[in-house]
């Protein structure tokens, strides 16, 4: 469901000067698959992550999403599609601190006009654990905590598709560990989740490794043929 073909991303940094971040990668991720994209830092795992996530666009190459060339599409519907599909957690958490936890969780439903969450934010923070600090600040949380909010407001708006960038990068042993386990659980429930890390402790927990070094990917445990990716996981070994 997520097909990207020959995708690269070139920044400019003054006038000619060029950095290469990500260069013709190709890359077919089925639905339910749980994966890592690894490297060392500056290696593009980032870029490579914005960019499946459309929170950017590439120079070149072609991406289809669920069968949807989205990089036909203006940025309103480039947004609507990341809204209705993609859940977002980063290493800083990002959270808004002057909101609650639960008011954190239900801010992306600002760009849902229409949509009722099939969970309240209430209920995916009971899911993590954190039934009892809906009225809690971000500061008034640990790390860990804070991170658990964030995975509660990725999931609010159901999406098929989790996004990671280091999730447990800011996190102490037996916290990350917490977080490592609420993304498998979301991987066991059928959504897709994709970790960008730079630990291969981390990698270690999930069923695909993508290796990126300077732009290109360089190793793909779970590269197969696309005439055998047939019927998603049963098509692979
Ligand atoms: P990683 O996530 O593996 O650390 P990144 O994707 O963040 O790598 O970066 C890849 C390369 O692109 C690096 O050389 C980085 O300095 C450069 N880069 C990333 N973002 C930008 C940007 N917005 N402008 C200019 N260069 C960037």
């Given at each position: 469901m997520i097909e990207l073909k020959d995708v690269r991303r070139t920044y400019r940094r003054g006038t000619d000067n060029e950095v290469h971040a990500v260069r013709q990668a190709t890359l077919s991720i089925a639905e339910g698959e749980?994966?890592?994209i690894v490297g060392p830092s500056g290696s593009?795992?980032?870029t490579l992550m914005n960019l499946v996530g459309c929170l950017d666009r590439p120079d070149g190459g072609t991406y289809r999403l669920a069968?949807?060339?989205?990089?036909?599409?203006?940025?309103?519907a480039l947004s609507r599609v990341r809204s209705e599909r993609i859940g977002f957690v980063f290493q800083q958490f990002h959270l808004l601190p002057a909101l609650t936890a639960v008011e954190?969780?239900?801010l992306p439903m600002l760009y849902r006009?229409?949509?009722?969450p099939p969970r309240s934010a209430r209920e995916l923070l009971g899911r993590v654990g954190l039934g009892e600090r809906g009225h809690h600040r971000p500061g008034e949380l640990s790390g860990g905590q804070q991170q658990?909010?964030?995975i509660a407001r990725a999931l609010i708006g159901d999406p098929r598709i989790v996004l990671a960038d280091e999730p447990t990068g800011n996190l102490d042993g037996p916290s990350g560990a917490e977080v490592l386990d609420l993304l498998a659980e979301l991987n066991r429930e059928g959504r897709t989740v994709i970790l960008v890390t730079h630990?291969?402790?981390?990698a270690a927990r999930t069923k695909r490794t993508v290796r990126i070094e300077d732009g290109r990917i360089v190793a793909d445990s779970g590269a197969v043929p696309?005439?055998?990716?047939?019927?998603g996981e049963e098509a692979l070994p």
């Amino acid at each position: 469901m997520i097909e990207l073909k020959d995708v690269r991303r070139t920044y400019r940094r003054g006038t000619d000067n060029e950095v290469h971040a990500v260069r013709q990668a190709t890359l077919s991720i089925a639905e339910g698959e749980f994966l890592a994209i690894v490297g060392p830092s500056g290696s593009g795992k980032s870029t490579l992550m914005n960019l499946v996530g459309c929170l950017d666009r590439p120079d070149g190459g072609t991406y289809r999403l669920a069968g949807v060339d989205v990089l036909a599409l203006d940025d309103a519907a480039l947004s609507r599609v990341r809204s209705e599909r993609i859940g977002f957690v980063f290493q800083q958490f990002h959270l808004l601190p002057a909101l609650t936890a639960v008011e954190n969780v239900e801010l992306p439903m600002l760009y849902r006009r229409g949509f009722t969450p099939p969970r309240s934010a209430r209920e995916l923070l009971g899911r993590v654990g954190l039934g009892e600090r809906g009225h809690h600040r971000p500061g008034e949380l640990s790390g860990g905590q804070q991170q658990r909010v964030a995975i509660a407001r990725a999931l609010i708006g159901d999406p098929r598709i989790v996004l990671a960038d280091e999730p447990t990068g800011n996190l102490d042993g037996p916290s990350g560990a917490e977080v490592l386990d609420l993304l498998a659980e979301l991987n066991r429930e059928g959504r897709t989740v994709i970790l960008v890390t730079h630990n291969p402790e981390v990698a270690a927990r999930t069923k695909r490794t993508v290796r990126i070094e300077d732009g290109r990917i360089v190793a793909d445990s779970g590269a197969v043929p696309a005439t055998a990716r047939v019927s998603g996981e049963e098509a692979l070994p």
